[in-house]
């Protein structure tokens, strides 16, 4: 198929075709403009350890996510800082979802490098299947969420999580682990439709890693009904 070559030497293509190039620089500066402003919003809000227009910065986020994170690269905002502030951006827009869900719909994934590397309990299908020995702390925190309603996985991965979140449906989440494995599993969730909450450990690595429990019980609370937290929850927290 061919073109009459006077339908390209039409006087109305060179105006056309300004006029889209000027729209287009707007659209770009436009966005440039807006991704710089969220950012400064976004670090303020690190600064002051308080955040501001969330749903205005997630709204950013969603559109223009890589010319954000460019901005924070180049105002000197650490990886791991942006990872921190991205979790925390997403649980507080979650909160208010989180807090209507029952707790029994409701599930907690921790992640098996939390138990003591003495640790006697063997992997199954479902996860670490913990003892409650007492060579660490995760056993009396299990047995304390399980008491609040939680169904507790003690898990060595993402697989693990996809699997029991299709067998047992679970319409809201906690995922504790590092920065990138919260990360990655906040996304992972939001793709299955479910509302998910992160908290991230203290300590890094593969083995006895720490987490900060009073932090996972801040979040495991919300929405539940006073008499159904055990009493030795803020002691174990503390």
Known sequence: MSFDPAFWNHPYWEPLMIT?????????????????????????????????FPQLIKSGLVFLEGTMKAFFRILGLEDR???????????????SEFERIPVADRAIFLPQCLRSSKCPAHLTP???????????????????????????FVVPGSSFIKRMTKKYHPRAIIGVGCLSEV????????????????VVTLKEGCVETIVNWADLYEVAVIGIDPSSIPEDLHRLSG
């Open 183 to 198: 990360k990655e599993g906040i996304d992972m969730a939001d793709k299955m439709g479910l509302i998910v909450m992160g």
């Open 20 to 52: 889209i190039g000027e729209i287009t620089l707007i659209l770009i500066l436009g966005a440039l403009i807006t991704s710089l402003v969220l950012v400064i919003i976004s670090l303020y809000s690190i600064k002051m350890k308080r955040l501001y």
């Open 126 to 152: 479902e996860g670490l299947k913990c003892r409650a020995c007492g060579q660490c702390t995760l056993g009396e925190a299990r047995l304390l969420l399980e008491h609040m309603g939680y169904r507790i």
């Open 81 to 95: 800082e942006m990872l921190s502030f991205f979790i925390k951006l997403h649980n507080s827009l979650n909160t």
